[in-house]
């Protein structure tokens, strides 16, 4: 039987990431602390099952080391990252740790898609450089924007990380449907 996590995972950090965006055009509007407690149970759901996949891959190695090297890592980060969020909204906790934790996250997700693009791993390496490293900036882009006193750079930035976290989403799941349709050739032909 086969197993291979990477496409499903994909999908849980291309929803994390969406989801995500769409906590911070909501957080904008002074939301209740019930829609941030709804935020905070989905964003630990979607840690734990990351958590849980990205784990799978390194006891189970269902995929070549190479891969798993760069997309456990990722797994990890998204899982500790949402895990984090989900605990902070949930218990309404001091939120600046939380911000430096996504952005040493970030650094980490820069390292991976380096590696991703300089060594051509999958099938499209400029699209998985490019989750990697929109994901990277946008969760260290966390940093200016909760420590920035000015509004109006507030706003640029809030406007970018939405825009960030969309483009994590919507890459995060192309790659995802593009993993699971190369797992299924490849069986189909070996």
């Not at 829609?35 to 070549?64: C, D, H, M, R, W």
């Not at 939120?95 to 051509?120: E, H, M, T």
Request: net charge positive; with cysteine.
């Amino acid at each position: 039987m086969a197993y291979n996590p990477l496409a499903f995972g994909l999908l849980l950090i291309g929803t994390g990431a969406l989801l995500f965006a769409a906590y911070l055009f909501d957080a904008k509007k002074k939301i209740s602390f019930q829609t941030e407690k709804n935020y905070g149970i989905i964003f630990s759901v979607l840690g734990f099952l990351a958590g849980i996949f990205g784990l799978g891959l390194y006891a189970f190695t269902p995929i070549p080391e190479q891969y798993i090297e760069v997309f456990g890592v990722g797994y990890l980060v998204f899982s500790f990252l949402s895990l984090v969020a989900g605990i902070t909204l949930l218990t309404k906790s001091y939120r600046k740790p939380s911000v430096f934790l996504a952005g040493i996250g970030g650094v980490f997700l820069l390292g991976s898609a380096c590696v991703i693009y300089s060594n051509q791993l999958t099938r499209s390496p400029l699209a998985s450089a490019a989750l990697f490293a929109l994901a990277g900036l946008s969760s260290i882009g966390m940093i200016p924007y909760q420590f920035l006193k000015s509004k109006r750079l507030q706003k640029i930035i809030w406007i970018k990380l939405i825009i960030g976290f969309t483009l994590v989403g919507l890459l995060a799941i192309y790659t995802g449907l593009s993993a699971q349709a190369g797992h299924v050739a490849s069986i189909l032909a070996g």
